[in-house]
C-alpha cells in the first residue's frame, strides 16, 4: 500500500524560515515531488529529488532521506505569497502516477 | 497550447445525471493523467495514459467512471449516474512522456458539483 503523511497546518511569519515534512511508506519508490497549490488553481510544480540529499533552487528547497523514508521542503525569506497549500506526492511505480499525500496548508502572517 | 486546458471550469448537475470532462494536454505530451482532488485533501490517481491506451485504470473507483483517449491527445472523463460523492476536482495532467521523474504539468480542474 501507499501512505504519505504530512502536517494538516501551519503558520510562520513574513521572513522566516519553515520546514513543512513529509513521511512515506510505499511499496516502490522512484522519486518524490513536491508541489505548490493556490486556493482555487492547479498544482504548480516546485521539486523533484531521487537520489538522497538536499536540492536547492532560490528560496526553495527539498531533501530526500530514502532510507528514513523522509523528505522535507524549506522556505526561506517567507513572503504573504507563499501562503498556499504544499503537497507531498511519490511516484510508487513505472508510469510515474504520483500517490499524494494530503497537503499542508501553510499560512504567513505578517 | 501553452498548458494543459480543461473544460468545462466548473459543472453543476443532477444526481443521476451524466457527465463528460475534457482535458487537451500540453502539445507533444504522451502520458496524461486523470486525478480527482476533494476539499482540503491531495489530488487522488484515477487513470493513466500512455498514447491512446490505458497504461493504467486502478484508481476508477467503480464501473460508473470511464476515460477515453482516442487520438492520443484529447481526453475525456466520463462520469455515469452521478452521485453527489462525485462532487470534487477532476485534475487532469499531463508529462512530457511516462517516464519516471519527468515533471507533470496540471490544468487548473473541473469543479463537478452534483445535487
Known amino acids: 500500500g501507499q501512505n504519505i503523511d504530512q502536517p494538516t497546518e501551519m503558520t510562520a511569519t513574513e521572513g522566516a524560515i519553515v520546514q513543512i515534512n513529509c513521511t512515506y511508506q510505499t511499496s516502490g519508490f522512484n522519486g518524490l515531488f513536491w508541489y505548490q497549490q493556490h486556493a482555487g488553481e492547479a498544482p504548480t510544480f516546485l521539486s523533484y529529488n531521487v537520489l538522497d540529499g538536499l536540492e536547492e533552487k532560490g528560496r526553495f528547497s527539498s531533501f530526500l532521506s530514502r532510507s528514513k523514508g523522509y523528505s522535507y521542503l524549506l522556505l526561506k525569506e517567507l513572503q504573504m505569497k507563499d501562503s498556499a497549500s504544499y503537497l507531498c506526492a511519490v511516484n510508487g511505480n513505472a508510469g510515474n502516477m504520483l500517490t499524494f499525500g494530503g497537503g499542508t496548508r501553510l499560512m504567513v502572517k505578517p | 497550447g501553452a498548458g494543459v486546458s480543461q473544460t468545462p471550469s466548473n459543472k453543476v448537475t443532477e444526481k443521476g445525471k451524466y457527465v463528460e470532462l475534457r482535458c487537451d494536454p500540453i502539445s507533444g505530451h504522451t502520458a496524461l493523467y486523470w486525478y480527482r482532488q476533494s476539499l482540503g485533501q491531495g489530488p487522488e490517481f484515477l487513470i493513466y495514459?500512455?498514447?491512446?491506451?490505458?497504461?493504467?485504470d486502478s484508481g476508477l473507483p467503480n464501473d460508473r467512471f470511464f476515460a477515453v483517449r482516442p487520438e492520443g491527445s484529447v481526453s475525456t472523463l466520463k462520469i455515469q449516474r452521478t452521485e453527489r460523492g462525485d462532487s470534487a476536482v477532476y485534475l487532469c495532467a499531463s508529462s512530457d512522456n511516462g517516464a519516471s521523474g519527468n515533471t507533470i504539468y496540471f490544468g487548473e480542474g473541473s469543479w463537478l458539483t452534483v445535487v
Open positions: 495514459f500512455q498514447g491512446t491506451g490505458a497504461a493504467d
